[in-house]
């Protein structure tokens, strides 16, 4: 799997079929990440989450991991020099382990896997979580609507083509996520109801 083919037009791709949908949704529950966090964002694309996190945030640090080098090449093109010690990147695809950490973002992350790599993924990114902290998740999400499974199909045919992703259809991640004992705190849907962006905490913490 690689979005290396297709990370200099990306985000135009985006804006041509979802106009500010996908940015919004990505930018909402940024200012819900505390002061001094420590933010693991997976899969952050082109780099401008982490604009918009730190024009928010002053005071965040950020590992940012991607599996592709274009990726990540066009991201540290976007950082201030002032911001650039404030983020690591770690090019990979595998979630990394041995730190925990205040937030968690995953950008149309899930959405590339199959049911059961999407689990395990679930998983392991619960584990590195601290108890108090939060998972902020914006994906897609099928709600029955015949030109939603028009687009669903056509994405994966052509992210399978171009990008070599595995998964043919939608992984339940909404179910997924709370099986692992996560809950939703609170959610924004975009692009008539087809994007979802989500603030997910552990079950025992508060929901109020």
């Given amino acids: 799997m690689s979005f290396d083919r297709i990370a200099p037009v990306y985000d135009t791709l985006s804006r041509l079929v979802y106009g500010k949908s996908m940015v919004a949704s990505q930018r909402h529950f940024l200012a819900a990440i505390s002061s001094h966090a420590t933010v693991l964002i997976i899969g952050g694309g082109t780099g401008w989450i982490v604009q918009k996190l730190f024009a ?6 950020v590992v940012y991991v991607e599996a592709s080098q ?9 950082i201030k020099p002032k911001d650039a010690s404030r983020i690591r990147f770690v090019w990979s695809e595998e979630i990394p382990v041995g730190a925990v950490y205040d937030c968690i973002i995953t950008n149309f992350f899930l959405d590339l896997f199959s049911e059961q790599h999407a689990s395990n993924r679930i998983h392991q ?14 994906d897609f999400v099928d709600g029955g609507r015949w030109w939603q499974k028009i687009l669903l199909k056509s994405m994966y045919i052509f992210f399978r083509t171009i990008s ?3 998964a043919t259809s939608l992984p ?4 997924q996520l709370e099986r692992e004992g996560l809950r939703r705190k609170a959610s924004q849907k975009f692009y008539h109801g087809f994007i979802e962006s989500s603030l997910y905490v552990h079950a025992h913490k508060s929901l109020t």
């Fill in 70 to 78: 274009e990726m990540i090449r066009q991201t540290e093109k976007k």
């Fill in 125 to 138: 990114i619960k584990n590195i979580l601290k108890e108090d902290g939060c998972w902020i998740v914006t």
């Fill in 56 to 61: 928010v945030n002053s005071t965040c640090s």
């Fill in 164 to 166: 070599k992703i595995e």
């Fill in 172 to 175: 339940p991640w909404r179910f």
